[in-house]
């Protein structure tokens, strides 16, 4: 995958969870994922198409995403319930939009799908193109999350 | 002085982001919102109550919001509705779309209380002049 893929992803997840969710969470090393299982407990899917074609997913462990929905809503919410999905959604497609404008700098037009969301332990992650897939991995104090990118030109 | 006592509808298929929006508006001290999960949703709201002023979302299934502000540009009787576009899709095209459609003016998701409630305030301010 062109590595000018990374930067846009991990720059539009920094600033989707800071400005709508206060949070600010630390990007550790990207690497390669081979599988399809799934990083977190619940993930939201996008199929994204254009100069660059593949799919986007946002991974979350039950703790990082119940606080930044949490955060999201001003609810302290304790499980992970239909507003929860709902807003992993949202937060799948906010990424999507912040690292396509960035990507459009860089000359990439890519359009994006509606996102779905899949939750539940080791449920598995589709990738529009197959895989393998570059996963970014960051955290914040309460669980751990992942973007789950797989793009090609 | 912009009122703030206008009814503002605000239209996104997720129900979070409707709840998001919500309480960003009630920071801006905009109390009386009704909400619609899409454009055709939207647009019954439209012909059943006096609405002041539109926040839809952009990439909506049924109806987008694009679709929605076309429709409602060419209804006689709601056409002057302030149209505030809330947007994932900053792209160019997109912008340009948005514009010869007629849109008031576009928020680009993620975004702050201070953001939206400014964009807002001068959207009303514009048509006070």
């Known amino acids: 995958m062109n590595v000018q893929f990374i930067n846009p992803f991990i720059e539009g997840t920094v600033s989707v969870l800071k400005t709508m969710a206060f949070v600010e969470p630390r990007a550790g090393k990207p690497y390669l994922k081979l599988d399809t299982l799934a990083k977190g407990d619940i993930s939201g899917i996008i199929g994204l198409t254009g100069s660059a074609a593949g799919s986007l997913a946002l991974s979350f462990s039950e703790g990082a995403i119940l606080k930044i929905v949490s955060n999201m809503l001003g609810e302290d919410l304790k499980s992970i319930n239909s507003d929860v999905k709902d807003a992993v959604g949202e937060l799948t497609n906010m990424v999507s939009g912040v690292a396509r404008k960035n990507l459009e700098a860089a000359g990439f037009y890519i359009q994006a799908a509606i996102p779905t969301i899949v939750s539940g332990k080791d449920h598995s992650i589709a990738h529009v193109m197959g895989g393998p897939s570059l996963i970014i991995p960051f955290e914040i104090d309460e669980g751990v999350f992942v973007v789950d990118v797989c793009l090609a030109e | ?129």
């Open chain 2, 1 to 129: 002085m912009v009122d703030n006592n206008i009814k503002i509808l605000v239209v996104d298929d997720f129900a979070t982001m409707r709840k998001v929006v919500r309480n960003l508006l009630k920071q801006g001290g905009y109390e009386d919102i009704v909400e619609a999960e899409d454009g055709v949703m939207a647009l019954k709201a439209l012909k059943s109550q006096k609405i002041d002023f539109i926040v839809s979302d952009w990439n909506m299934p049924n109806m987008s919001g694009l679709e929605l502000l076309k429709a409602v540009r060419a209804d006689a009787e709601l056409a002057k509705t302030p149209f505030l576009m809330v947007t994932a899709e900053a792209l160019q095209d997109n912008v340009v779309a948005a514009v010869k459609a007629g849109v008031s003016n576009y928020i680009v998701k993620p975004f702050t209380a201070e953001v939206l409630n400014e964009k807002i305030k001068k959207i009303i301010e514009s048509l006070q002049k």
